[in-house]
């Protein structure tokens, strides 16, 4: 199977702008996660969505939003971008069928740059 | 607060010696734990994990890791590394009371003389 692709892979955007990062994940898993990996914090969890159902939320502003789709494709959006979203993204995603079992599979991450 | 403490920052060491990374957790209830590891240039990958039964588990590349409830703590250990291993490792918890979220250490870099 392949696993979990996310586009861009890299991204500059200016201060105040906004963008949208993508994600697909493994064939048949239902559960996308979005992570936030920077120097300074480590990586932090900002969200996860499951049948299009937004199911756990990071300690994240409101700029930062996310959603799902039907094939379990995930988009998250940040807008009015700030200097100190600058970071890595990544995605992560799940068969979602069982908790106690499951792993979540990281894909390679996008680089948002915010000048 | 949740928190997941891995306590060295960076290692470095010689190919064959032997490699221990520590992870602890400040939380109780149920958990499931991983480490996962991150190859310069590569994305995450997952080198073992810990849901339930033998607290010791074996993951890839000769890596193994021992959980010790008492000590809420996650131990990284392979006896012999080489340079391959070089890499930044991260230890994960899942408390499965808060839904699949992983909560992160902050990471320990290894790097391997060869």
């Known amino acids: 199977k392949a696993g979990v692709t996310q586009t861009p892979r890299y991204l500059i955007k200016t201060r105040g702008q906004q963008v949208t990062l993508s994600c697909s994940p493994i064939?048949?898993?239902?559960?996308v996660s979005w992570y936030q990996q920077t120097p300074g914090q480590g990586l932090q969890f900002l969200f996860e969505?499951?049948?299009?159902?937004?199911?756990n939320k990071g300690n994240f502003p409101g700029r930062f939003s996310g959603r799902q789709f039907s094939n379990s494709r995930s988009e998250m959006n940040v807008s009015t971008l700030e200097l100190g979203d600058s970071a890595l993204y990544l995605c992560?995603?799940?068969?979602?069928?069982?908790?106690?079992?499951?792993?979540?599979?990281f894909g390679p991450g996008t680089r948002l740059t915010v000048l | 607060a949740q928190s997941v403490s891995q306590h060295n920052h960076h290692v470095i060491l010689s190919e064959a010696a032997s490699l221990e990374l520590g992870c602890n957790y400040s939380y109780g209830g149920t958990v499931n734990l991983f480490w996962y590891v991150q190859y310069p240039g590569q994305h995450l990958q997952l080198l073992l994990k810990y849901f339930s039964g033998d607290p010791l588990v074996k993951g890839i590349k000769g890596f193994e890791a021992e959980f010790i409830k008492s000590k809420f703590s996650f131990n990284l250990r392979k006896p012999s590394v080489q340079w391959s291993d070089t890499a930044e490792y991260f230890c994960a918890v899942r408390r499965q009371a808060a839904g699949n979220k992983l909560t992160f250490g902050g990471g320990t870099r290894v790097l391997v003389k060869p």
């Open positions: 969505y499951f049948s299009e159902t937004q199911r």
């Open positions: 992560a995603s799940r068969e979602g069928t069982a908790t106690s079992t499951d792993t979540q599979y």
């Open positions: 064939s048949g898993h239902r559960s």
